[in-house]
């Protein structure tokens, strides 16, 4: 499908062919009228969420880092490092193979928001990394290649970036239902590693500056926003996923009406359950981190994977799964509207971020995702 001009007026495209996926796309970047109104909603509201990592003072941490036991170093320096290399997977994919995939302007400029605010998060990981190990930054950066723990983390959505951008490059070819399943796992591994992958690395640092009275603030105030940012993500991807099943004209539904899609779900969901676990089991091999154990990493994992599944419109996966107190703690900390007043009370911390209240222009996104997601409550 590679084309041979980057935007192409000899191509009319007329408004109602658009499609999201497999459809005609001449690049003309025009934005008067939009067939899914949640993708004007939902790009609108992250750049309003923009934020940059420098405004975010590392001092306290820096002083309070070389304190904490030289196993939660280990941990915290781990978690980073995987970090980093998840958003630098999301950032490429999103920028380099989705934003190039897509046959419609207003998804075009969903993916490379989206792909922008993972270029954030990759830079906070560096700028965390140089405030705190200022003479060794390089050394802690290095590490990453003989870590293999993480190094074949995202094999998974790695290959299913590359074989989409295989396509692309008309190296490789499908049949019409063929490229839709290929589309639909790419997405389905987008969703389920922005909604579950990174969830126990986020657990152990609230975990690590809540036990060690707030020795990371500055760490843990960029992984709320980083947090922020995913469950915005989530709400993107589920969004697209929840259009494709229910929209006759974006030529997904019949894929959602077969056992196909759920199976290859419940195959994903299950796969990141295991690792997660592994990963949690890894970072607790390095010494004891409070209140965590491998049983309580599997029931958040669990709860979280069902919740996501819900989401998509499937049924849980894991039944009686227990609702540990955790969960609610997590979430309550996580929640970066809570943290700004009481910060602003309590420090003078250079904390600038106008439109992180949630405080949408557009009062229909609420209602919108309420409806894609067909949430009860
Ligand atoms: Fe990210
Ligand atoms: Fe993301």
Known sequence: MKKNKIVDLDLVVPIKDIKIFLGKYNGFQ???VYKHPFSKVIEKSMRQAFWTPEEISMIADRENFKNLPDHIKEVFINNLLFQTFMDSVQNRGLDSVMSELVTS???ESVFKSQAYFELIHSLSYSHIIREMFSSNATEIFDRIY???MIKNRTDKEIEA???IKKYINNEITFSDDEIKKKILTLLIHIFFLEGLKFYISFMVTYMINNAYQDAIPGVTKIIKLINFDEDM???VVGGLINILRRDESEGFTHLFKSTWFQEECYKIVEEIVIDEVKWGDYLLSFGPIPSLTRE?????????ANDRLERIGLEHLYKNVERIDIIDWFNTYKDINKDNTAQQEATALNYNIGSMDMDYEDKDLEKLLKRLFKRES
């Open 146 to 148: 003989d870590i293999p």
């Open 296 to 304: 309580v990493f599997e029931v958040f994992m669990k709860h979280y």
């Open 30 to 32: 025009r934005y008067d």
């Open 233 to 235: 993500h989530v709400a």
């Open 161 to 163: 970036y590359s074989v």
């Open 105 to 107: 302007s207003e998804w």
